[in-house]
């Protein structure tokens, strides 16, 4: 059975404090791992997606690192805005197309 | 384009009573899906659809029907509420693995 778990459940940072999220996972046959960016009482918005060990994706203040076992959202110097919960999710080989989600570090920015 | 849109945004019912969500999108995407997403429990996959006509159980999806009559919508039904399905429920769509775009949310309270 696919599994994700993100740490810290929740995050304070100043803001231009860099820090790092963590999402761990087991998978059948990565076939790809996604990062959202989700602000309250909205839906989830897509970041990034990573297909294999070694990639590296980066948007403004945020990049995303994949290895075999779990994968890092990086942010560096944050702002306020960058306030929001991120999910994390896989997607295996078996179960065709669906993405099973961690359950989010929530992420607070102080000025 | 509006994206993916849901309806209602709000909705309280009693235990018992029925009701169906819409989720439409106008972007011609096979795949959609339907999530709920509760505190502390991440979003989990409560059934989905490869294409019109067509629908598929994810991982939670007793006490819920779906159908797929038409390439833009997906219908969530609840047939007879129950206290344990008050969540925020999520449609999502897709075209390619990349990205699934997520609609505004439902916030469901059953009494």
């Known amino acids: 059975e696919d599994q994700v778990t993100q740490s810290p459940e929740a995050l304070r940072l100043q803001e231009g404090e860099s820090s790092s999220l963590n999402c761990s996972y087991t998978v059948s046959g990565l076939r790809g791992l996604f990062w959202y960016r989700q602000d309250p009482g909205k839906g989830p918005e897509f970041l990034f997606t990573?297909?294999?060990a070694g990639e590296e994706k980066e948007k403004e203040r945020l990049k995303a690192t994949l290895t075999k076992k779990e994968s890092f959202l990086h942010i560096t110097a944050p702002k306020p805005e960058d306030s929001a919960t991120y999910l994390c999710a896989v997607q295996g080989g078996t179960g065709a197309q669906k993405l099973v989600f961690g359950q989010g570090t929530r992420l607070t920015i102080n000025p | 384009n509006a994206g993916v849109t849901q309806t209602p945004k709000f909705r309280v019912l009693k235990t018992g009573q029925s009701m169906t969500l819409l989720c439409a999108q106008d972007m011609n995407h096979e795949y959609m899906y339907w999530y709920r997403q509760d505190p502390g429990m991440g979003l989990r996959l409560i059934h989905y659809s490869v294409g019109e006509g067509t629908t598929a159980k994810g991982e939670v999806p007793d006490g819920y029907n779906v159908s797929r009559l038409k390439k833009q919508n997906f219908l969530l039904g609840l047939e007879s509420a129950a206290p344990s399905q008050t969540s925020v429920y999520f449609c999502a769509s897709r075209l390619t693995p990349i990205e699934q775009f997520f609609g505004p949310g439902t916030r469901l309270t059953v009494l």
């Open positions: 990573l297909y294999s």
